[in-house]
């Protein structure tokens, strides 16, 4: 729903609590405006707080490794052994 809709509960629900002044038998038109209002407040904090966790789980970490500055088991004084070369490709094809 979102924070428009919380936006839109509290408008509506302020405007049945104590804008309109009709007193029908079956509905209490007040207590639906306030109830609204209430709900439009739960949703616009369940909003924010969403938000908020959100943002606080998206953790950025750059990892850059260096591979001359790793210590080996010799004590690093001996360069790095080469891969193996590929064999040549044969005459044939």
Same mark, same amino acid.
């Given at each position: 729903?979102? &924070?428009?809709?919380?936006?839109?509960? &509290?408008?509506? *629900?302020?405007?049945?609590?104590?804008?309109i002044?009709?007193?029908?038998?079956?509905?209490? &038109?007040n207590?639906? *405006?306030?109830?609204?209002?209430?709900?439009?407040? *739960?949703?616009?904090?369940v909003?924010?707080?969403?938000?908020?966790?959100?943002?606080?789980?998206?953790?950025r970490?750059?990892?850059?490794?260096?591979?001359?500055?790793?210590?080996? *088991?010799?004590?690093?004084?001996?360069?790095? &052994?080469?891969p193996?070369?590929?064999?040549?490709?044969?005459?044939?094809?």
């Amino acid at each position: 729903m979102g &924070i428009g809709g919380g936006i839109f509960l &509290i408008a509506l *629900g302020a405007v049945l609590a104590f804008a309109i002044r009709v007193d029908p038998w079956w509905i209490d &038109i007040n207590t639906v *405006g306030v109830v609204l209002i209430l709900a439009g407040a *739960g949703v616009l904090f369940v909003t924010l707080w969403y938000w908020h966790d959100r943002r606080r789980r998206v953790i950025r970490s750059w990892v850059e490794e260096n591979r001359l500055s790793h210590q080996r *088991g010799d004590g690093g004084t001996k360069p790095p &052994i080469p891969p193996d070369a590929p064999p040549p490709p044969s005459p044939s094809g």
